[in-house]
């Protein structure tokens, strides 16, 4: 099943619910981890070349941490999770349990730390998209880099549809606020089969 740009417009809804309920079982997954109250923004459902998206993410463009993952099975794509780098290194520390919030330098630690961080998002975002789909989804291992957004986007130039989840997450009163974005990130034939088969399952519930 392909669908071109203007028949994935007419079914944004169905898009933005799946991208909804998976947000939402990534954010439960990270409040579990963090131990703080999650807050998730409504979808912000762009379908365009990936060449578009750094426009829409306000202050990610230079030193992001990209923690990527691939979307293998029956329904395929990437996620990607973004946060400024100084953000990155927050929360790592506080993950790790320092006493102190200073913006240290990412060491071994910390990397596999926001790796794992990143996993746990995914793999609940996945389970979400596999109840909603039927299908059977799995995760590569995760990967993390560093650099501009555009070069962590789109490495091989190739020329994708993505819908953007914004999240913003608040460790109470240790730092005012931390913000990332959890990324789907898809192709145009890709994103079709998930709506035919978003469509199948609510007909047999």
């Given at each position: 099943?392909?669908?071109?740009?203007?028949?994935?417009?007419?079914?944004?809804?169905?898009?933005?619910e799946?991208?909804?309920?998976?947000?939402?079982?990534a954010?439960?997954?990270?409040?579990?981890?963090?131990?703080?109250t999650?807050?998730?923004?409504?979808?912000?459902?762009?379908?365009?070349?990936?060449?578009?998206?750094?426009?829409?993410?306000?202050?990610?463009?230079r030193?992001?941490?990209?923690?990527e993952?691939?979307?293998?099975?029956?329904v395929?794509?990437?996620?990607?999770?973004l946060?400024?780098q100084?953000?990155?290194?927050?929360l790592?520390n506080?993950?790790?349990?320092?006493?102190s919030?200073?913006?240290?330098?990412?060491?071994?630690?910390?990397?596999?730390?926001?790796?794992?961080?990143?996993?746990i998002?995914?793999?609940?975002?996945?389970?979400?998209?596999?109840?909603?789909?039927?299908?059977?989804?799995?995760?590569?291992v995760?990967?993390l880099?560093?650099?501009?957004?555009?070069?962590?986007?789109?490495?091989?130039?190739?020329?994708?549809?993505?819908?953007?989840?914004?999240?913003?997450?608040?460790?109470?009163?240790?730092?005012?606020?931390l913000?990332?974005?959890?990324?789907?990130?898809s192709?145009?034939?890709?994103?079709?089969?998930?709506?035919?088969?978003?469509?199948?399952?609510?007909?047999?519930?």
């Amino acid at each position: 099943m392909s669908l071109d740009k203007e028949s994935l417009c007419i079914n944004m809804d169905i898009l933005r619910e799946v991208a909804s309920v998976a947000a939402a079982h990534a954010a439960t997954a990270l409040s579990l981890l963090t131990d703080r109250t999650i807050l998730i923004t409504v979808p912000d459902l762009l379908l365009a070349p990936l060449t578009k998206v750094p426009g829409s993410l306000v202050g990610y463009t230079r030193n992001v941490l990209s923690v990527e993952m691939r979307i293998l099975g029956e329904v395929q794509g990437r996620i990607l999770y973004l946060m400024p780098q100084r953000d990155a290194r927050l929360l790592a520390n506080f993950l790790v349990g320092r006493a102190s919030l200073e913006e240290d330098p990412l060491d071994g630690l910390m990397e596999s730390c926001l790796q794992e961080t990143a996993n746990i998002l995914g793999g609940a975002y996945t389970s979400a998209l596999a109840r909603m789909t039927g299908r059977n989804v799995m995760l590569s291992v995760p990967r993390l880099r560093v650099g501009e957004l555009l070069e962590l986007l789109s490495p091989s130039g190739q020329d994708e549809f993505t819908f953007c989840v914004a999240t913003s997450f608040q460790l109470g009163a240790i730092h005012p606020q931390l913000g990332g974005r959890l990324l789907l990130v898809s192709d145009a034939d890709s994103l079709a089969a998930m709506i035919e088969a978003v469509r199948l399952t609510a007909a047999r519930t």
